[in-house]
């Protein structure tokens, strides 16, 4: 009932003249908003595309970026991209017990990660972050925090 409410939305804004926005396309195709960083939205498909993959998609500053990502498992990079005048986006799945989290940079860096629920994945979270311009390269290290406080490592075991 809701997609077909939000399809008849853009129906209606495209016969009244008006485009509908990134947004109102992506929910009235089944993405879900999982959260909003300070710059940008990070929305999730809520069924998987033909290759089985969850795809990720991102409106607001950085809107351009990650599309094509898909979901992976903890520890993993889902998306790295960035501009040197616009910054740069990280997105990387994350244990359920994430609150949040650091990523380092290889030029040292840290950029403080966000943790966001995925509806319909019990198992996994989505950690966001962004680096400011002129902050180059992939990242070295990342550690997730839980609500308890404890240091979680790339693979979601207890840092040692």
Not at 40 to 62: H, M, R
Not at 103 to 112: A, C, K, R
Not at 125 to 144: C, E, M, N, W
């Amino acid at each position: 009932m809701k997609r077909k409410l939000a399809g008849l939305a853009i129906l209606t804004s495209i016969i009244v003249g008006c485009a509908p926005t990134p947004e109102e396309t992506l929910a009235a195709t089944g993405f879900n908003n999982v959260g909003t960083t300070a710059e940008s939205t990070i929305w999730v498909a809520g069924k998987p595309n033909v290759d089985g993959d969850y795809e990720v998609k991102v409106t607001g500053k950085l809107h351009d970026f990650c599309n094509g990502s898909v979901l992976a498992a903890v520890g993993v990079q889902i998306c790295n991209i960035g501009e040197p005048d616009r910054g740069s986006l990280f997105i990387i799945g994350a244990p359920s017990g994430a609150t949040g989290g650091t990523l380092t940079l290889t030029d040292g860096t840290i950029v403080s990660l966000d943790a966001f629920e995925l509806p319909g994945h019990r198992d996994l979270k989505l950690t966001v972050g962004s680096a400011p311009s002129g902050s180059r390269g992939g990242f070295i290290d990342v550690q997730f925090t839980t609500a308890s406080g404890d240091i979680l490592n790339r693979q979601g075991k207890p840092h040692r």
